[in-house]
């Protein structure tokens, strides 16, 4: 299990780091044409691709431990989360965007995605924040 919290600790903190450069980006009053707007934007983007990532991986080591399950892959986990009832079918429609999302930003850039994305992140840490509170007050 010590594995397992190490990797709900590292997901903590990896989001509330992209809680602070969601804290940056709305409250940015600078116009999205300037340097400085991109370089909050791309921030939120790196950060969520980086959360993600942990994000899933805790789920993967969540099934694993608690569950006996063994998965590879992030759309994996989240269609063995939803068959373990441990997100609901509207937050595995959203998670598997998501999942969709991270992968858009980290194989293909384009300014007009970078900016539709980094606009819906601030649903997706909701939601990852809210699953990843729910999953850890039953590992602690």
């Known amino acids: 299990m010590g594995e397992l919290n190490s990797r ?6 990896a989001l509330d780091r992209l809680d602070e450069s969601l804290g940056s980006f709305k409250n940015n009053k600078i116009s999205q044409n300037t340097l400085l707007y991109s370089q909050i934007r791309d921030s939120v983007i790196k950060r969520f691709e980086f959360c993600v990532d942990i994000f899933w991986k805790c789920l993967k080591d969540y099934l694993s431990k608690k569950h006996g399950i063994s998965v590879a892959s992030p759309k994996s986990s989240l269609k063995e989360c939803l ?3 441990l997100i609901s079918s509207s937050e595995f429609i ?3 965007k998501m999942i969709d999302d991270r992968n858009n ?3 293909c850039y384009d300014e007009l995605l970078s900016e539709k994305i980094a606009q819906k992140v601030f ?3 909701k939601l990852m924040k809210s699953v990843e509170q729910r999953l850890n007050k039953s590992i602690s």
């Not at 709900?8 to 903190?13: D, Q, R, V």
């Open 8 to 13: 709900f600790i590292s997901l903590t903190m």
């Open 83 to 85: 068959a373990q009832k």
């Open 94 to 96: 959203y998670l598997d």
């Open 105 to 107: 930003t980290s194989h």
């Open 123 to 125: 649903e997706y840490f």
